[in-house]
């Protein structure tokens, strides 16, 4: 079984950063090889992918993230990270990591609260 830990989150103003990271940990998974994406959760409980980086190391954003966060892995560690800059208000919200698309594993981790606030 695959686990994933995501760790980071906090409480932030306005215009701050946060660094998020996730650690993907079990057997029958090579990180290297896959595509990995930060998630985040939208008010209605479904979680739409914010940042991918894909196995050779290009990226997406989405729209709503292009120009602050900054994804990115370190395959000998099996971890990725989010840079997350000049966070705004409507940032706030839970992040998770996963794998994108129809390889997504079933498990999800617990994310990790990101709370922009004054």
């Known amino acids: 079984q695959v686990h994933l830990v995501e760790s980071g989150g906090g409480l932030v103003q306005p215009g701050g950063s946060l660094r998020l990271s996730c650690v993907v940990s079990?057997?029958?998974?090579?990180?290297?090889?896959?595509?990995m994406a930060w998630y985040r959760q939208t008010p209605g409980k479904r979680r739409e992918a914010a940042a991918i980086?894909?196995?050779?190391?290009?990226?997406n954003y989405a729209d709503s993230v292009k120009g602050r966060f900054t994804i990115s892995r370190d395959n000998a560690k099996n971890t990725v990270a989010l840079q997350m800059d000049s966070l705004k208000l409507n940032h706030t919200t839970i992040y998770y990591c996963?794998?994108?698309?129809?390889?997504?594993?079933?498990?999800w981790g617990q994310g990790t609260q990101v709370t922009v606030s004054l």
């Open positions: 980086m894909t196995a050779d190391g290009s990226t």
């Open positions: 996963n794998v994108p698309g129809p390889h997504r594993l079933t498990n």
């Open positions: 079990g057997s029958g998974f090579i990180f290297g090889n896959n595509p």
